[in-house]
């Protein structure tokens, strides 16, 4: 017996479709997701995925991910297609997008671990493609927030983590923190344009089938940076939890990125705001994890 909140969803489900020129057949929950709920619809378009936030319900912050990932759709990266996005239901934004049938590179690559290696080399190239995409400012997709230059936007996400953070969960002072932050930065080489980076890009995101890795996923934290910043939770969640995987990945991102004299500074600085974001993160919602990040962030000062 369907229970109240299904049936809401169902019926404001039927409408966003119909609206859109889609016929519903039949709609159920869909697959496990991290900050969404997830119903699959049967259409006479084929299968439709319904997305309806939880954590972030801001409308614009669902344009931001779909004008995210369109462009990377257009740079030859595959992703998921969006097929319309209601900003006002009583359910809140609700967004319908293609469904693709697969599972999560990660669930995938522990039963298969002989296939890291292609997998990591498909990741690697579309990695590649989507740090190709300029953006005309460094920042949000949509131009909210915008910065001049990466050092600024990097500045900001410093002083915004730190805000957060009590003194007796951090390495060092915070004035040693901003010390060593401002050198990294000052030893930065000229970087011409921003890049469009992903922001979340770990195995959990690519999603796969038993022919390989069939499209890159959710592209909610995507914006305009330099494309080292996706370098940082890349050296954690792929290159150190899954060894094997940085060469076939490198090789791959290096045909369209050759090696260049600066990247070493560029990517002191990423993985320097990837350990600092994520200890803020965590002492927000996860107050286990923060002693972990507390000590890479101590490594990553002491090196």
Same mark, same amino acid.
């Given at each position: ?5 299904e049936?809401?969803v ?13 016929n519903?057949?039949?709609l159920?929950?869909?697959?496990s997701?991290y ?19 939880l ?6 912050y ?8 369109e ?5 030859g990266i595959?992703?998921v297609?969006y097929r319309?996005f209601?900003?006002d239901t009583p359910l809140?934004?609700v ?7 697969g599972?999560?590179?990660t669930d ?6 002989k296939?890291?290696a292609r997998?990591a080399?498909?990741?690697? %190239?579309?990695?590649g ?14 131009g909210v927030?915008a910065?001049?230059?990466?050092a ?6 410093v002083m ?9 969960v951090?390495?060092?002072s915070?004035e ?6 401002e %050198?990294?930065?000052?030893?930065l080489?000229?970087i011409p344009?921003?890049?469009l ?11 796969v %089938? ?5 499209c890159?996923?959710?592209f909610?934290?995507?914006c305009y940076g ?6 940082g939770k890349?050296?954690?969640?792929m290159?150190?939890f ?14 369209? %990125? ?5 990247d070493?500074s560029r ?5 320097g ?8 993160y965590?002492a927000?919602?996860?107050r286990d ?7 890479r962030?101590?490594r990553?000062?002491?090196?």
């Amino acid at each position: 017996m369907p229970t109240n909140d299904e049936l809401i969803v169902e019926a404001c489900v039927r409408q966003l479709l119909a609206e859109a020129g889609i016929n519903m057949a039949a709609l159920r929950p869909g697959p496990s997701g991290y900050s969404s709920r997830l119903w699959l619809a049967e259409t006479d378009e084929g299968p439709l995925l319904i997305r309806l936030p939880l954590r972030n319900r801001d409308p614009d912050y669902l344009r931001s991910m779909m004008a995210a990932t369109e462009l990377a759709s257009e740079a030859g990266i595959p992703t998921v297609r969006y097929r319309a996005f209601c900003p006002d239901t009583p359910l809140g934004p609700v967004v319908v997008q293609e469904y693709r049938p697969g599972e999560r590179a990660t669930d995938y690559l522990k039963r298969n671990p002989k296939e890291l290696a292609r997998i990591a080399s498909a990741v690697g %190239h579309w990695v590649g493609l989507l740090h190709r995409i300029q953006g005309p400012f460094y920042g949000g997709v949509l131009g909210v927030p915008a910065y001049e230059t990466w050092a600024v936007q990097a500045r900001v996400r410093v002083m915004a983590a730190l805000r957060g953070l009590d003194a007796d969960v951090l390495p060092a002072s915070t004035e040693e923190i901003l010390a060593a932050f401002e %050198h990294a930065l000052g030893a930065l080489p000229n970087i011409p344009n921003a890049s469009l980076v992903h922001a979340d890009l770990y195995f959990d995101n690519v999603l796969v %089938h038993e022919r390989g890795a069939v499209c890159l996923l959710d592209f909610e934290h995507a914006c305009y940076g330099d494309r080292f910043a996706d370098f940082g939770k890349l050296e954690e969640l792929m290159f150190e939890f899954w060894p094997g995987s940085e060469a076939p990945f490198v090789a791959a991102y290096r045909l369209s %990125h050759p090696e260049d004299d600066g990247d070493l500074s560029r990517l002191r600085v990423a993985i320097g705001l990837y350990e600092l974001s994520q200890l803020a993160y965590f002492a927000r919602w996860q107050r286990d994890l923060v002693p972990i990040y507390g000590a890479r962030l101590e490594r990553w000062l002491e090196r």
